[in-house]
């Protein structure tokens, strides 16, 4: 059986779990997801869906996140304040794998090309999440279906020696020694020293986070209104992770974005909603933590792909959060 025959059958064996009628519904493209899913575009009853298959043999990590993403539908998406997907119907087969039938929206322009109006819109939507659970361990709990935890930021010791070696690579290959924004030494040193970071991972009031929040899982309806998608990684954290995160990978995809304009502009927002007094500057560090771990970690295995500015801004930005934080080599 070819690939796309099997693709086409497991199609069938997912609708029927779904309770859909196959001659109800018109393929309109199959693909690979990213988190390891099989994807399909349907057309059912002339509205476009999207069929969203994980197998039951898939990754044990990747069958995990799709189980995750499952019970936030079914039972986080309703009782959130923002944008989500609206998933129409969802299995869960012990013998097959696991499967979500939802409604399909546009894609947001490339991350490089957001301007204020979407990242403002973004931030608002990631606000509202974050201030209606503040706090709320049991309902977050309920959602996540994990207890609460104080997290860390920790890194595997193979982790830190692939990005060392990644970023002895990237200044072997730009020779950036002589007018880098950051020395190869420093990003080095950050690399070795990662424990430095928890002098920053304050005692701060945990909510519910998205936990992968960033451009591409950023959606768009009929009114424009952002929709966030991709709830794979929901779990208690610090809100302001969320925010690191997306900052961070905005840069690494060449958008340029004020880092601290839009850092200040979520403070405000979250001070806007949530009313009662809150450690400000303890939010505006820990952005600045996620941020950082994700340049030192995520970056240096891309940033050789991508034009020569999208580097610098990266480099500066190692420089810039790791001064903020106070943690100078």
């Known amino acids: 059986m070819s690939f796309k025959l099997h693709k086409e059958k497991v199609v069938a064996e997912c609708l029927n779990r779904l309770g859909v009628n196959e001659d109800e519904v018109t393929i309109s493209k199959m693909i690979n997801g990213g988190s390891g899913a099989i994807v399909a575009e349907l057309l059912l009853h002339d509205k476009k869906m999207i069929l969203k298959y994980t197998a039951l043999e898939a990754e044990e990590q990747l069958y995990r996140n799709a189980q995750r993403e499952r019970r936030f539908y079914k039972y986080g998406a309703s009782q959130i304040n923002i944008q989500a997907p609206n998933v129409v119907a969802e299995f869960e087969d012990d013998s097959f794998g696991i499967g979500l039938l939802m409604r399909s929206y546009q894609q947001t322009p490339h991350p490089s090309e957001w301007g204020n109006d979407l990242i403002t819109n973004a931030l608002t939507q990631i606000s509202r999440l974050h201030s209606m659970f503040w706090g709320k361990e049991k309902e977050i709990q309920q959602i996540t279906g994990e207890e609460s935890y104080h997290h860390k930021f920790e890194y595997l010791k193979d982790e830190i020696a692939k990005s060392l070696e990644a970023w002895e690579h990237v200044y072997s290959v730009k020779n950036l020694n002589e007018y880098s924004p950051i020395s190869k030494d420093k990003i080095l040193h950050l690399l070795r020293n990662l424990e430095q970071l928890e002098s920053v991972q304050f005692d701060i009031t945990r909510t519910l986070i998205h936990g992968d929040f960033h451009m591409e899982n950023c959606l768009m309806d009929e009114s424009q209104e952002i929709v966030v998608a991709d709830w794979q990684s929901p779990k208690a954290g610090?809100?302001?992770?969320?925010?690191?995160?997306?900052?961070?990978?905005?840069?690494?995809?060449?958008?340029?974005?004020?880092?601290?304009?839009?850092?200040?502009?979520?403070?405000?927002?979250?001070?806007?909603?949530?009313?009662?007094?809150?450690?400000?500057?303890?939010?505006?560090?820990?952005?600045?933590?996620?941020?950082?771990?994700?340049?030192?970690?995520?970056s240096p295995r891309y940033v050789l792909y991508y034009p020569d500015h999208v580097l610098s801004r990266v480099l500066e930005a190692i420089n810039e959060s790791s001064n903020k934080i106070g943690i100078n080599a």
């Not at 958008?255 to 806007?272: D, F």
């Not at 909603?273 to 996620?290: D, R, V």
């Open 238 to 298: 610090v809100g302001a992770e969320d925010v690191g995160n997306f900052l961070a990978r905005a840069e690494l995809y060449g958008n340029p974005l004020s880092t601290n304009t839009y850092i200040a502009l979520y403070k405000q927002l979250l001070e806007n909603q949530l009313k009662p007094s809150f450690p400000l500057g303890e939010i505006e560090q820990i952005c600045h933590s996620k941020r950082l771990l994700l340049h030192l970690f995520w």
